[in-house]
């Protein structure tokens, strides 16, 4: 079975500095995809960033931006220039491409506060 | 478009009782799932539907029962709530089983005294 680590269970970021989150994941596949998702305290579950595990380059959105190593199963997310809007708890997740009905498999979560 | 909504937002139930928590999305997608969150874990799959008709067992079932009632909505039933089945309940939808990103609606604050 699939597994998502997140070992940081706090972090913390001043304003417009750079924060790095990590994740490892256990699988025995070779084909899936990886997700980082953004809950604020409004509880809305908002989809970061995703990565397909066939492609190498690291996928990139604005001011946020993955590191994924397939080999060494890590997919860390990088957020540039911190906002105060950024504070929320983030859950890297994932997917597997092989098999139908497989859901999202969720670490459990990084709280990332922001301060100014 | 409203996505994907989800009512009610808050509900407080008393252990026996049961409950209907209701899903749709207006994005025309063919998948859609039931999650739970609790403190210091992730989400667990509860139950999903593949497409109109079809309904399949996730990680966490025991207690629960699902109805894709069309193709916009996914109810999930709770017929004698405990105090275990208290909770942050999200539905979700995505276009397919097979397809990657899954949209999530903004959840049901569930308390079960």
């Known amino acids: 079975a699939q597994t998502v680590t997140q070992s940081q269970p706090e972090m913390s970021v001043q304003e417009a500095e750079t924060v790095t989150l990590s994740c490892t994941y256990d699988?025995?596949?070779?084909?899936?995809?990886l997700f980082w998702y953004k809950q604020p305290p409004s509880r809305q579950m908002i989809l970061v960033i995703r990565?397909?595990?066939?492609?190498?380059q690291n996928a990139t959105e604005n001011r946020f931006s993955v590191n994924f190593q397939k080999a060494a199963k890590s997919f860390s997310l990088k957020i540039s220039d911190s906002q105060l809007g950024d504070a929320a708890m983030y859950f890297c997740?994932?997917?597997?491409?092989?098999?139908?009905?497989?859901?999202?498999?969720f670490g459990k979560g990084t709280t990332l506060s922001v301060s100014s | 478009n409203a996505g994907v909504t989800q009512t009610p937002k808050f509900q407080v139930l008393k252990t026996g009782q049961s409950m209907t928590l209701q899903c749709a999305q207006d994005?025309?997608?063919?998948?859609m799932y039931w999650y739970r969150q609790d403190p210091g874990m992730g989400l667990r799959l509860i139950y999903y539907?593949?497409?109109?008709?079809?309904?399949d067992k996730g990680e966490v079932p025991n207690g629960y029962n699902v109805s894709r009632l069309n193709k916009r909505e996914f109810s999930l039933r709770l017929e004698s709530a405990a105090p275990s089945q208290t909770s942050v309940y999200f539905c979700?939808?995505?276009?397919?089983?097979?397809?990657?990103?899954?949209?999530f609606g903004p959840g049901t604050r569930l308390t079960v005294t």
């Open positions: 997740a994932y997917r597997s491409a092989d098999q139908a009905g497989t859901a999202l498999i």
């Open positions: 990565q397909e595990a066939y492609k190498q």
């Open positions: 994005m025309n997608h063919n998948s």
């Open positions: 539907s593949a497409s109109e008709g079809t309904t």
């Open positions: 699988t025995s596949e070779s084909d899936y995809y």
């Open positions: 979700a939808s995505s276009v397919s089983i097979y397809r990657y990103e899954q949209y």
